[in-house]
């Protein structure tokens, strides 16, 4: 049997390939020739490019390519020129005591902006990219802090963190749980809330809070003091402006004297060499709440801490 001919388009002079959707028929057209150069010319690019540069995975690694590049190659390159432009900058400030950079205001702008740099990096998942904090992070804004806000006792609170174990110079203190522990009654605790409350200027003095007035004194002014302003050598928070690190709504209050908090902040000693922790440090301090020198009513032990 005698093979037919392909039906040809009258219009193109194109074979028809036979196929035929809904009536709509396909032409043979072949591939433009500057379609099928390019198409060559990707191949043999490619063939190139496998052998010049890493490519192909093998039991024993990837192929190194004929050339020998390799991005940690360039990215070590990069680091190194980076450290060298910054190596005498970072040097200065490794040897200017953190008081004393405020003397010098292009290395103090050089350390904020590296400490920004450090924030954005280990200390916003907590803090906040705008070191607002949160409930139990403190917001480093503003000027209320437990241990001190000034440039060294930031440094110290970064180095050694709050709680943190392991860390023989990490801030420690440590609040009661007067409800768990049962050293207080609920209907006593609650009379504590009512004068916590009462000296935060929430709530006017009541019959309850004249109540809580003598509980606290026999409980909480050792640490918070007479007046409830606090007292940084122990990290006891001032209870009478209106910063809360977790809340000083009724139910808070309730919940923080029955079980007490006990909020850990790592000791990056141990994680970040101590040019980054001084620029951290100054960074912090450059936020609006940092103070000139240490409390000399409220002295800073050596344990440090940024919360507040």
Not at 141 to 161: E, F, M
Not at 178 to 187: E, Y
Not at 271 to 289: E, N, Q, W
Request: charged residues 15%.
């Amino acid at each position: 049997m005698a093979e037919q001919s392909p039906r040809i388009d009258a219009a193109t002079g194109t074979g028809f390939v036979g196929h035929e959707w809904d009536g709509i028929e396909e032409l043979d057209t072949p591939m433009p020739r500057w379609w099928l150069y390019i198409l060559y010319a990707t191949i043999v690019f490619a063939i190139g490019y496998t052998i010049l540069y890493p490519a192909w995975p093998t039991p024993a690694g990837g192929t190194s390519g004929v050339l020998g590049w390799s991005s940690h190659a360039d990215l070590r390159d990069e680091l190194a020129t980076e450290q060298a432009r910054k190596g005498p900058v970072l040097a200065a400030i490794a040897r200017t005591p953190i008081e004393q950079l405020a003397r010098n205001p292009q290395l103090l702008r050089a350390a904020e902006e590296g400490g920004r740099a450090a924030f954005k990096v280990n200390c916003v998942q907590c803090h906040g990219s705008g070191a607002a904090g949160g409930k139990g992070y403190p917001n480093l804004n503003d000027d209320d802090w437990l241990w001190g806000g000034d440039p060294a006792t930031i440094q110290q609170t970064i180095t050694h963190g709050v709680r943190y174990p392991g860390d023989d110079a990490t801030r420690f203190s440590q609040m009661p749980a007067f409800g768990r522990d049962g050293i207080l009654t609920a209907p006593q605790i609650q009379s504590l809330v009512s004068y916590v409350r009462f000296v935060s200027h929430q709530e006017p003095m009541n019959a309850s809070a004249r109540a809580g007035q003598v509980l606290f004194a026999a409980n909480c002014a050792v640490c918070h003091g007479d007046q409830a302003k606090g007292n940084r050598s122990v990290g006891a928070p001032n209870l009478t402006d209106a910063i809360w690190l977790y809340g000083g709504d009724r139910a808070t209050l309730t919940q923080t004297i029955t079980n007490a908090r006990y909020g850990i902040m790592p000791a990056w000693a141990n994680r970040l060499d101590p040019v980054t922790i001084k620029m951290l440090a100054t960074y912090v301090h450059s936020l609006g709440g940092g103070e000139a020198a240490p409390s000399s009513a409220q002295p800073v032990q050596p344990a440090p801490s940024a919360a507040k």
